[in-house]
């Protein structure tokens, strides 16, 4: 695609993978395929994958940027104009930050990792010491890669993944796309909408309405997400004025993405299972525009917390979730991550054929959660728009291994694809960020909106610096 083509809403085959893409993000958020038309794409280059990572990253963000235009455009003359800048993208769903002297800590356990098992490969994820805990019971192993790899070669794949799963541990095996499009779970999630979305009428007026040239100031979003695609969705939001607040556990640390993904937010931390906090929680709910959360199913329900409470303290919600392997069949609710995912639906195994390699080839980042990231941005501002023109509040989902069945849809990416030309200096913004952690830079945005700047008024906090309240209510 050369700079500045317009995206055209009849373009649904992978031919262009970018617009196929976009035209699928735009039609799950219930988008207008002809505003389209208002998205331009510049840069050029692609990450090296198997798969159209480069091409995914400007749709998703283009689709959360495409959605913001629409809102401002409520009370304006016309239509602005999105342009998406490809290389920007690209670099956004790897990481943005670039500390200016410190380092972040490494992104994984020591344990994390793909192990060659007796018929085939295995990842564990064991970033959380409980999924470590879990893993190593059933492995009966020292914590020690070395210890760890001898351990799993013993096992058969899929009889080790089903263990460590059924003692609360994360884990995927690898299997063939084709593998994943015949297993219970690949027919389940695959023939889901890639959003489900709900409209509900609401039942009290919201209080909030876009600001010209700031749109999202003033708009409360409650942030109940980790580790990554939440997190990415709610630092989209915080980049149009959004007042983001996030909660976490007492003790939660995430020392390798923290400072990627806080930007622009506000983050405290509440005890769920303290009927004090709980109730500090709920207050914050009633007054919140935008609740996102990536709990499994029912952990808000166990916590007293379900959809028909959400409701009944919020009518005007607009409710966002995420699930890591879909919303029905045997492994809805299954714990995982975008590597899981990645490992289950194909995309490792086809990145290790088309590479030829003889262990697991992941995508160059973790394009799953970052684009599932900007799906859910997306949605949430086409429900503020949707309430803003009928009073209706609503309900989307998400879910990482549909977003994995998009990518895949889109076909494999040429061997000699141009890549990305090296980062430099140029690439970020002027400013140095004042981080929790030390000084930073950050990669230009990737989002240019007519009339509407994409800057984040606050630096990246540490966890847990802020009171659990409202920003108007800080004293």
């Known amino acids: 695609m050369s700079d500045d083509t317009p995206l055209s809403p009849s373009a649904t085959t992978p031919v262009d993978p970018t617009a196929h893409f976009l035209a699928d993000f735009w039609r799950a958020v219930g988008g207008d395929g002809a505003q389209l038309r208002h998205l331009t794409v510049a840069g050029a280059g692609s990450l090296s994958s198997a798969f159209h990572v480069s091409e995914l990253a400007t749709a998703a963000i283009g689709a959360a940027s495409l959605a913001l235009a629409e809102l401002s455009s409520l009370d304006a003359a016309a239509f602005p104009a999105v342009e998406i800048d490809r290389r920007l993208a690209s670099l956004w769903f790897g990481t943005s930050l670039r500390p200016q002297g410190w380092r972040l800590p490494p992104p994984w356990d020591p344990v994390a990792g793909d192990y060659a098992t007796a018929d085939g490969w295995i990842r564990l994820h064991t970033n959380a010491p409980h999924h470590r805990d879990a893993a190593m019971a059933v492995l009966k192993t020292a914590v020690d890669r070395d210890a760890v790899a001898r351990a799993v070669a013993s096992w058969n794949a899929t009889d080790l993944e089903s263990a460590i799963v059924a003692g609360n541990g994360c884990a995927a095996a690898m299997r063939p796309v084709d593998a994943w499009a015949a297993h219970p779970q690949g027919r389940a999630v695959n023939a889901e909408p890639l959003l489900h979305r709900t409209a509900i009428p609401a039942a009290a007026p919201p209080h909030w309405t876009p600001t010209t040239g700031r749109p999202l100031r003033g708009l409360r979003v409650l942030d109940l997400t980790r580790i990554l695609a939440g997190p990415v969705a709610t630092r989209f939001l915080a980049g149009f004025g959004a007042d983001v607040l996030r909660i976490d556990p007492l003790g939660w640390e995430e020392p390798g993405t923290v400072p990627e993904v806080v930007l622009g937010k506000r983050c405290a931390r509440l005890d769920l299972k303290n009927p004090a906090d709980r109730r500090t929680l709920e207050a914050l709910l009633t007054r919140a525009d935008v609740l996102v959360h990536g709990y499994r199913p029912d952990a808000l329900a166990r916590l007293g917390l379900d959809r028909a409470r959400r409701r009944a303290l919020n009518p005007a919600l607009i409710d966002v979730s995420l699930d890591a392997y879909g919303w029905s069949g045997p492994w809805q609710g299954r714990r995982g ?139």
């Open 337 to 475: 991550f975008d590597s899981l995912i990645q490992m289950s639906t194909g995309i490792a195994d086809a990145g290790m054929r088309a590479m030829t390699r003889d262990r697991p080839t992941p995508l160059p980042n973790q394009a799953i959660d970052h684009a599932t990231g900007y799906l859910l941005a997306a949605a949430a501002i086409r429900g503020l728009t949707q309430r803003l023109r009928t009073g209706e509040a609503s309900e989307a989902r998400a879910s990482l291994a549909r977003t994995a069945r998009l990518l895949i849809s889109g076909g494999s990416q040429a061997s000699d694809a141009a890549p990305l030309a090296p980062e430099t200096a140029a690439d970020w913004a002027d400013a140095i960020e004042a981080t929790g952690w030390g000084p930073a830079r950050r990669v230009r945005p990737p989002a240019a909106i007519d009339g509407i700047a994409m800057r984040w008024a606050r630096p990246a906090p540490r966890l847990g610096s802020s009171p659990a309240a409202w920003a108007a209510d800080e004293t």
